[in-house]
Each structure stands twice: as structure tokens, then as C-alpha cells.
């Protein structure tokens, strides 16, 4: 399952709107993946947004969306979008005098044998992701499963290992029906998040143009509050995802769009 048209607006909202409401100004945002468009369209709603870059591999993949899915065809018209075909790490270290407020990591679910699992590990944060923002810039990516079962596939691990670059780091889950599963996500700053609900309210308000489907303040802030088993798998996970000892989703049944 890549994305289904009843509910998308779960995925896309939870992994677009947080970074971008918890940045002060963002103007500049790299997608990497997000071959459907959908994370393009809900980051070209920011009124702040002046450039989304987004880099998915997969041209032919981009080519139907981009066809097909009426819904996101005023955002892949946008002359504010810039659509890369290549591979995300190696654009990321071709602009090497660009710097972005935001990068967003709409990939696929690490998987062996698979072409994301590279761009989870700690090197690619540290020498190739991280020097690319911003000071003040959040990075986010999409996490994997994290219900109760299956958390420790995929999700402790990425938030561990961002944990060891970033100084400020923010895990937070939603249901999504299309799934089967409860979703995680992971933001990531060397600011802290400091927003109230009332605050995100506002800021909603302020600078997003037409109404959000699924989020508002008030959700934002409960979605980081993870059930006990989850909230200690997290706090004592101990693996770092590197080239050679990733950890990989099994059989789950669910594989995230966006290709690196």
C-alpha cells in the first residue's frame, strides 16, 4: 500500500504540517521521495514556502502521479516546485552551497534489499542531511509502524539514531485506517519545539491557505504522547542505524511511498 485517496490526508498532514508550523519562517523545503505529490501540495500550501525541491528516483512512478492524480495537479503545476529525478542522497550532496529550512523524508519503509534503508542511517544524518539545513531548520521523516506489535521494526531505531545527531527530537504517531496500523513519524532539530496547541492553532490559521483535513493543535500535541509500551521501547532503544547494521520492516504489509 502506497497511499489510498480516503485517508492520505492522515499520512501527508502528520508528516508535512509539524516541521513546517514549528519553524519560525520556513521559505525552502526538500522532499526526498514523495512521488505522488502529496507532500509537495501540503507543503505549497504554506503561505511562507517560496521553493520545494522535491527529488524522488523513480521517474516513471512520478509520471503517472503526476498524470493521473488530479488532486495534486495544481502543485506539481506550481512554478514554485523544482522536481528532481534523482537519487535524494546524491542530489542532497550535488547542492552543496543550498541549505533548506525544512527536509522531509518521504521515503519507503527501510527494507533489505530495498533502495531507502541508506538514508536512515546515522552517516547520511550527520555528513550529508544536517549540513544542508538551516540553522533553526527541522528535518522529519516518516517512521515506519508504531503500533504496540510493531514499533520496534523500524520505529525505535530511527528515533534513536536521530537522537544521536539531533539535540532535539520529537516522535509522534497517528492511526492510518489504509495501514492496518498505527504510523510513526519522527522530527528532528538542534531547536527545541516549544509550541502550545493555541500556539499551532494560530499559526495554522495565519499561514495555511484552506482548511486542514485531519490536524490542528490540539492533535499535534496529543500525537506525542505515545502509549507506555512505546514510549519505553523508545526511551531505551539502544540500536543506530549504520550501512551495515540496519534493521528492516518483515512482511508487514505496508510499504510508504516515495522512492529515494
Not at 139 to 154: N, S
Request: charge should be negative; glycine fraction near 6%.
Amino acid at each position: 500500500m502506497q497511499s489510498a485517496e480516503a485517508d492520505e490526508f492522515i499520512y501527508h498532514e502528520s508528516l508535512i504540517h509539524p516541521p513546517l508550523l514549528f519553524h519560525p519562517n520556513p521559505t525552502t523545503v526538500y522532499i526526498m521521495g514523495g512521488s505522488e505529490g502529496s507532500a509537495a501540495r501540503e507543503a505549497l500550501r504554506h503561505k511562507t514556502v517560496q521553493r520545494v525541491v522535491m527529488c524522488d528516483i523513480d521517474e516513471e512512478v512520478v509520471h503517472f502521479c503526476r498524470t493521473h492524480l488530479s488532486v495534486n495537479w495544481e502543485a506539481f503545476a506550481s512554478d514554485k516546485l523544482c522536481l528532481v529525478i534523482n537519487d535524494a542522497r546524491a542530489e542532497l550532496e550535488k547542492r552543496r552551497e543550498e541549505k533548506f529550512d525544512v527536509i522531509v523524508g518521504d521515503l519507503a519503509d527501510p527494507m533489505e534489499g530495498g533502495p531507502c534503508y541508506q538514508l536512515y542511517t546515522r552517516s547520511f544524518y550527520e555528513q550529508v542531511l544536517k549540513p544542508r539545513l538551516h540553522d533553526g531548520g527541522i528535518f522529519v521523516t516518516q517512521a515506519g509502524p508504531a503500533g504496540v506489535l510493531t514499533h520496534k521494526e523500524v520505529f525505535s531505531s530511527i528515533y534513536n539514531t536521530l537522537r544521536h545527531v539531533f539535540k532535539h527530537v520529537k516522535a509522534y504517531t497517528a492511526h492510518v485506517p489504509s495501514f492496518a496500523d498505527t504510523w510513526g513519524w519522527v522530527m528532528a532539530s538542534d531547536h527545541p519545539f516549544t509550541l502550545t496547541a493555541q500556539q499551532i492553532n494560530e499559526r495554522i490559521t495565519d499561514r495555511i491557505d484552506g482548511e486542514l483535513s485531519y490536524l490542528d493543535g490540539e492533535t499535534l500535541i496529543s500525537s506525542t504522547t505515545l502509549n507506555k509500551t512505546v514510549f519505553h521501547s523508545l526511551l531505551n532503544e539502544t540500536h543506530v542505524y549504520a550501512e551495515d547494521d540496519a534493521r528492516f520492516v518483515h512482511g508487514h504489509g505496508t510499504g510508504r511511498a516515495g522512492h529515494a
